[in-house]
């Protein structure tokens, strides 16, 4: 249960981190949906979790936890990155445009983003989260859980029908539709 509610928050600030960052660099898209209803970036979550089960040692020493963490994310990263191409043949990020990329998957860039994000969760991100996630009611778990993995069916869906990550942007139809 404690890993799911970790999966959900990470994954939430991931989508606050993704929206600041594409403002911050004006980039057109600028909701960076990655789930049909939630706001969620899922490669955030896995990222978070895969940097809390390091070994303790690691996530004690600083010099060991930047690299350690750039790689493993790097890996979630990557794999999430192929998951969606081969799947649900979208992909949500293409950094073939930067320098030491990997299939535009992954570059060494944004590797070392996820060392500095490491540190910052670790140090200060998560004794917060610790905190919150006791303060979430039991019962809450299984329609949080129910919700979420029928938002994730169903974006699923949605992306390998459209195979456009702007479908999940079902909001601004709306929007229009409406005016």
């Known amino acids: 249960m404690l890993w799911f509610w970790y999966f959900v928050i990470y994954s939430f600030l991931g989508f606050l981190t993704e929206v600041a960052f594409a403002r911050l660099t004006r980039n057109p898209k ?9 706001p969620l970036c899922p490669v955030y979550g896995l990222g978070a979790i895969a940097i809390l089960l390091l070994p303790e040692p690691v996530r004690q020493n600083p010099l060991l936890l930047f ?9 979630v990263e990557y794999g999430t990155g ?10 949500f990020w293409d950094y073939s445009h930067l320098p030491l990329n990997l299939g535009g998957r992954v570059c060494l860039l944004f590797a ?31 329609p949080a859980l129910l919700f ?20 999940l942007r079902w909001y601004l139809r709306a929007k229009r539709h409406a005016a």
């Open 148 to 167: 979420t993995l029928l938002d994730g069916v169903l974006t699923f869906y949605v992306l390998r029908r459209a195979r456009d990550t702007g479908a």
């Open 67 to 75: 690299p350690c963490s750039a790689l493993v994310c790097t890996a």
């Open 82 to 91: 192929l998951f969606y191409e081969t799947f649900a043949r979208v992909s």
């Open 112 to 142: 070392l983003f996820w060392g500095f994000l490491a540190l910052a969760l670790l140090r200060v991100v998560h004794p917060v989260v610790e905190r919150l996630t006791a303060l979430l009611p039991p019962w809450l778990f299984v």
């Open 30 to 38: 600028r909701d960076r949906k990655c789930r049909y209803f939630l």
